[in-house]
């Protein structure tokens, strides 16, 4: 009986969406869109640029946080306490001094670092390396706030491990690792950004938070006009169209068009990427090759040789590890006590997806998922011909064993090419639309789009989706629930300015912090790309995501074993 309600739903969905896919492909076919895929968006930012040049000049944007948050709803007195907390969790310590010569900066190539106790150690010590930065002309550094990354890693294994990074405030930092294998294990410390990189970014933060911004065409009969949009916007400027979510009060606004009402919205899609945010000083701290993503030298050993734990350590204190996992043989593992599957052939995949509904929302980084996925297994039949590349919806059945694997893109602001408006769907009302149980698979990864904004707007948007998921696993508590974490990127000098890591790794602090305690599961994307010897990129390769496929299906797996 269960399995009959089941399937007429899954008939009524797919008709339902059937008519929405049509719907939308009727709408975009006639503005003949040129879909194009995320990483493209700097090659269509310049001619977007100079459509809108005349009308930036006239409409300031400048819009600063404080008119953020009179978008804003107004936050409960345990919300404003919880948002006060997280900021001050995250603040970051900067130079004493502005202004400095770069030549004062720090510098990866000057800078170096010092492996600590003997060159021959055991399995289940800490390794302590000591780094000390310096400037141009060879000074030590004396305050802290340098961006720094670590990785400890044995090539010929397929083994790396993430380290924990101490900032002592003075120019020296000390990294911590644990040692998990038999082996040569090489340390590898990264600057992504000096501390005086790092000011201009807060500096961005507050003071240029549309620097992504967005547009809508709005269409009645032959009369159309484009105007700009974002999520913050100057008051009593110019007359808004107010597209404020009314469930969850998220908000956007666009411009109103002179000659056309609101409601003639079309589409939304991403305006472009201003230009000019940094001075020529400012500049000099964001050079590729130079201060942006350098790694430091040893200053002497670059490796230690791991040996079998001695015979008191057999057993391995798992609290001085600070690592989520690690790869060995290019194989991830946990450091939780999840036990890691495999998941090397189709069979094994729908086998273990058999009966399951997975849903998955947000942004590209998770779509990565569905297209694994859809590739991977060929009886997983995609049948989105018409939807949006980027933003879906997809959907993608087996009917035979019974799965449903669907993706949604996040709402605004999303940076996609146009989508028809109103397919724009918030994560905490796609949410609320699902039943759950013990036969759904909820995935949501919602961070990149977020780096321009205060962190303000990323906090409100978790309160959202965290009210939405707790809803969620009460009303259904064996629903099995995953949010990713942000992962690092490939960094240039301009692309630093939108997509750093280091914005990525403030908003991530926050979604960590604001799903512990919760019984989600968090899918380490950060230590995942950090840990593995592929180059960082807002995508990561094909082994990682296998790895995070294999991680959450074994997590689907063992629970369905109960
Ligand atoms: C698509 O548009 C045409 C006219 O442009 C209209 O006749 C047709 O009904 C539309 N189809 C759908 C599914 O909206
Ligand atoms: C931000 O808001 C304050 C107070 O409303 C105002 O004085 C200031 O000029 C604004 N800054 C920018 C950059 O718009
Ligand atoms: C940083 O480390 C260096 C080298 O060990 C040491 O000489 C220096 O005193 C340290 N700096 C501070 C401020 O402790
Ligand atoms: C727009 O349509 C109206 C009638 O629907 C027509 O009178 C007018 O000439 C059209 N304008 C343009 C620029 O095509
Ligand atoms: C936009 O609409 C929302 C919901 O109706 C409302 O709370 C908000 O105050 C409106 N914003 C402005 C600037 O009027
Ligand atoms: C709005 O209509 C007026 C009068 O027809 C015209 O002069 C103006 O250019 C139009 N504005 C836009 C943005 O199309
Ligand atoms: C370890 O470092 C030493 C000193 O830099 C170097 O001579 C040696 O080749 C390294 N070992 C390996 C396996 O790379
Ligand atoms: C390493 O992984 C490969 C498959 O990826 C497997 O065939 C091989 O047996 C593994 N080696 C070890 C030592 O686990």
Redesign the pocket.
Known sequence: MKKHISRLSLIFMLLALLGFILLISNITSLENLNIQLMSTFYKIQNTIHSAFKHSEKSLPLNINHTTCEHFAQEPTAEEVKEERDLLNSITWPGPLVNGLPVELSSDPAKSYFVIQGPPVQHIGDQLVVNVHMHNFLDQPKTHGGDFLIARLHSPELGAGVAGKVHDHQNGNYTVLFPLLWIG?V?VEITMVHPSEAVEVLKRLQKEQPDRVFFKSMFRSGNISEATVCNLCMPLNEKPLCNYTDLKTGEPWYCYKPQNLSCETRIDHSIGGYKKNLITEYEAQFFQSKVNIKVSIP?S????VTVLPAKKEQTKIKRSIYHAAGYYFNNTWKPLNGAVMQQFSNSLAITRCLKGKTVYMFGDSTIRQWFEYLTAFVPNLKQINIYSSKQLGPFMAVDSKSNILVTFRGHGPPIRSTSVFASGLRYVANELDRLRGGPHTVVLVSVWAHFSTFPTEVYIRRLWHIRKAVLRLLDREPATVVVIRSANLQKMGSESSLFNSDWFSVQIDAVLRAMFRGIRVQLLDAWEMTLAHHLPHDIHPSHPIIKNMIDLILSQICLKKKK
């Open positions: 040569v090489h040893a002497m050993l670059g490796n």
